[in-house]
């Protein structure tokens, strides 16, 4: 007795497909309420701004910490600070009020005072400036990588940033000054 392969579906299996696809259809229309059913995805490439604009921010608000803590550090740090906070606007999705200015030196003790990121600010100047330009060094590094699932413009503007943030660590560790 041989078996043959039917020339036409059953109704049988017919219908047991139909239960299967419906049942797919009804389980993937299903939602458990959550934001994210009900608000649009954000964008990567906004993500990725936002994201570099909270790391400025912190950059930023070490640059403030470090000129609070050591006043006489405040004049060397300003362009560098004014060059972070250009970067913060420019890195930001979407147009924003200019960055604050560099706190007043005035008053500031030169014992450690902590950055806004919760870390302490080193007591001794030349600590200081190490601690910032590992900051600085990290950010750059961090950003480079970031380049990689950037679109094409933010991964120029990347890239523009970490060089400037390379270039800020040297200047934060080299001697101002000396001569060779």
């Known amino acids: 007795m041989s078996w043959t392969l039917p020339s036409r579906p059953s109704r049988r299996s017919l219908l047991a497909g139909a239960a299967g696809a419906a049942g797919a259809a009804l389980l993937t229309g299903c939602s458990d309420g959550r934001a994210a059913d009900v608000a649009p995805t954000i964008p990567p490439e906004r993500r990725m701004r936002e994201a570099a604009v909270r790391d400025s921010t912190r950059l930023l608000e070490r640059y403030d910490a470090t000129a609070t803590a050591h006043p006489a550090l405040a004049a060397r740090l300003a362009p560098l600070r004014a060059a972070v906070a250009a970067h913060t ?24 005072a902590p950055a806004a990121s919760g870390e302490p600010v080193p007591p001794k100047p030349d600590e200081a400036l190490t601690a910032l330009a590992d900051a600085e060094r990290s950010l750059s590094e961090s950003r480079t990588i970031d380049l990689a699932g950037a679109p094409g413009e933010l991964a120029r503007l990347l890239a523009s940033v970490a060089a400037c943030g390379a270039v800020h660590a040297y200047l934060l560790t080299s001697n101002p000054g000396a001569t060779s």
């Open 89 to 112: 606007a420019a890195l930001s999705p979407t147009p924003s009020a200019p960055p604050p200015p560099v706190p007043s030196p005035s008053g500031g003790t030169g014992a450690a």
